[in-house]
């Protein structure tokens, strides 16, 4: 052995016997670069709308008491499918709350303890139900190719109805972007069938295709699903299908590659990287900020703005009956553009949050205890099944479903945005070709773990 491969080995070993230290230090450092670049923000005067950081004592014994089961728990990451939703809902949803939450002003110590245990619960239930032994049988019929020209001839016949009737504005402007979009909400309605075409084929369909591409080397899945999103763009505005596919696209190839497990620290470094590029931003006089604006503002300070406001909502005096157990009574009351227009003080704003918090707004606890059941058993029911079939569609759909609920009703991720549809396609999947050795060897370690 030579002694570098040496040294390689000494490392993997290390890493191995030392993963939670790792992961504790590499977050202790990622949450360090979420609070400085807020701060740094503030300070540049482009924190428009947010508020200078301010941890109150019950804050800091929150995170104290939280962070070290964030590190736990990611630093548990073996590259199941539920790994997706552990890893998104850790880093994004519930650090950012724990560091963040003071942006939108004050918050009560009793809001602040009520918003941790909101967040925290659902990985701990998913903890729990992951013990569960639970055998689920695969009987697949359609042929993996029968399936991706599915999905490829629903997303031409969406982008031809759609192309038939365009919003007024279409068009690439940068500047209308808002425009297309308050104009698609009227030109497709919420609840029709192309709404939901287009809904399922920007969040779902496309990214499915790019992964797909990833996974088999396919260009012309991956051309047809960029050339959608750019056709989506010209149409609604919209500019988050354009992450998915690229991230879709190398989660195939990290797959393909076998090389998941690790993904928690890719992830934890390549913040640090990025909060590098901004210390070097400021270092050459830079103004624009560009990866402090349009990654960890948006990423971070954002999303824990508008997680205080939907707190603030739930101890608020209410303008709209509503109780705790079962939420609103208002059948026209629909809780994103509700704290869209009283708290974001604009009544256009669309303003998402994570499925559980969403759901204890919209439904009370009733609701919030549909979330934390189903969420947990489905991504559990895609581990087992992966775990038995070795199909590598059950990871892409743990990451799609991960990624969604950390910004979406749980039930809105899962038929919207195609994730139903893709989950029975999947479940019914042939395997033709043998599963990749190295994809095989993976699946029987997880299995045995």
């Not at 790994?83 to 009560?108: C, E, M, N, Q, R």
Request: net charge positive; proline share 5%.
């Amino acid at each position: 052995m030579s002694k570098w491969s040496g040294a390689c080995e000494w490392f993997r070993s290390f890493g191995n016997s030392h993963r939670y230290p790792i992961m504790l230090l590499l977050y202790l450092a990622f949450s360090a670069t979420v609070v400085h670049v807020h701060a740094i923000r503030f300070t540049d005067n482009s924190g428009s709308g947010l508020r200078m950081w301010n941890m109150s004592a019950t804050g800091w014994i929150g995170v104290v008491l939280s962070l070290p089961y964030l590190a736990w728990t990611i630093s548990r990451i073996t590259g199941l499918p539920s790994d997706f939703f552990k890893l998104f809902y850790s880093v994004i949803a519930v650090t950012s709350y724990l560091l963040l939450h003071s942006v939108y002003g004050p918050v009560p110590y009793i809001v602040i303890i009520t918003g941790i245990a909101i967040l925290m619960i659902p990985l701990v239930i998913l903890e729990v139900f992951k013990r569960i032994k639970l055998s689920l049988p695969v009987r697949g019929f359609l042929q993996s190719s029968h399936i991706d020209a599915l999905i490829a001839l629903v997303l031409l016949v969406v982008v031809v109805f759609a192309y038939m009737r365009p919003p007024a504005n279409a068009g690439f402007g940068l500047l209308d972007i808002y425009i297309r979009r308050l104009e698609g909400r009227h030109t497709y309605p919420a609840g029709t069938l192309l709404a939901y075409g287009l809904a399922m084929s920007m969040n779902g369909f496309s990214p499915y295709l790019a992964f797909r591409a990833g996974l088999k080397m396919r260009m012309d899945l991956l051309v047809l699903s960029m050339a959608a999103v750019v056709f989506f763009y010209w149409l609604l505005g919209v500019k988050a299908p354009f992450l998915y596919i690229a991230v879709s696209f190398l989660l195939g190839l990290v797959v393909r590659k076998n090389i998941l497990r690790p993904m928690a620290y890719y992830c934890m470094v390549a913040v640090l990287i990025l909060w590098m590029l901004v210390l070097v931003d400021l270092a050459w006089g830079g103004r624009n900020l560009v990866v402090a604006n349009y990654f960890f503002m948006r990423v971070f300070s954002v999303q824990a703005e508008t997680q205080s406001m939907y707190m603030k909502f739930l101890f608020d005096p209410k303008l709209i009956p509503w109780s705790w157990i079962t939420g609103s009574s208002d059948p026209s009351f629909v809780a994103t553009y509700y704290i869209g227009e009283h708290y974001s003080n604009n009544p256009d704003n669309n303003a998402n949050t994570n499925a559980f918090l969403y759901q204890i707004t919209a439904k009370g606890i009733m609701g919030y205890l549909a979330a934390i059941a189903f969420v947990p058993l489905f991504l559990v029911a895609l581990d087992r099944l992966f775990q038995a079939s070795r199909n590598p569609s059950y990871l892409f759909l743990g990451f799609l479903y991960g990624i969604l609920v950390v910004e979406q009703a749980f039930t809105v991720a899962m038929l919207s945005s195609g994730v139903a549809v893709l989950f029975l396609l999947t479940l019914f999947e042939r395997r033709i070709d043998p599963p990749s050795p190295k994809l095989e060897s993976a699946a029987s370690i997880l299995k045995a773990e």
